[in-house]
């Protein structure tokens, strides 16, 4: 067998290819292919925080809140003409510079035995309402549509002498002697509030403001602790402005 050798004076051509230039549009393209997992990330974050400072800082929070309980919500225009119409009674509570007035509605049906009642809303309704009557809630004037079952389910209502129940769920509190008529209160009917167009945003029907506030019943919360009391009195003025010369008739 024949062994073939190479002669220790073979030389070799070892110099290495040159390094390819690559493009600026490929450098781009290979730094994006292992890096744009890490850019999503990083905006997504830059998004959140920009929506959190928007939200705690720059946000407009309203001097008073008034809320709406019923079985349906109130038509949009009935909501922004009585949020205009109660904005002159009422001061810049929270020191930002501007006077708003918030009207908040709450869909519930007190009416265990309606058995046509949206279970959705209802919960929805029933969840962000517990929410606001906690002890935290800015809401002192309500605005029902059903007295006797909000005052059942929530104790939530203060007598109108500016008492309070014993115990804010005694069985024994009467809510006749808790709210006005909305047609009891001069102020409130005298309030120029014009007209809506369209109950919902499905329909065509109009008519008046005061005509779809003219059943309801106004209402305000019951305080049992005093170190509320300071969150509440501006509101607290604002109620005694909105039902000065008030007779209350939801007794008859």
Known sequence: MAWVTKDSTETYNQTPEPPREYTKKEKAAN?????????????LVVVFGVWIIKDTVFQTRPDV???????????????TALQDAL??????????????????????????ANESTDAYYQMAGVTRLSAELSSGGKTYIFLLEDPEGFEAQTGALQYLDGTVPDDPETPDADWREMVYRWTDCP?????DLGSYEGLTLMDDVTGTNQSVLA????????????????????????WDTLTAGAVSTAAE
């Open 31 to 43: 730094w994006w292919h292992y890096h744009w997992m890490a850019v999503v990330v990083a905006v």
């Open 65 to 79: 809140q008034v809320a709406y309980v019923g079985t349906s919500d109130l038509p949009t225009d009935t909501v």
């Open 87 to 112: 904005t002159p009674f009422c001061s810049d509570l929270n020191g930002d510079g501007k006077v708003v007035v918030q009207v908040d509605s709450y869909t519930v049906d007190f009416d265990a």
């Open 187 to 191: 102020v409130l009917t005298g309030l």
């Open 215 to 238: 059943h309801l019943y106004v209402g305000r919360r019951g305080v049992w602790d005093e170190k509320q009391v300071p969150t509440y009195e501006g509101c607290a003025e604002l």
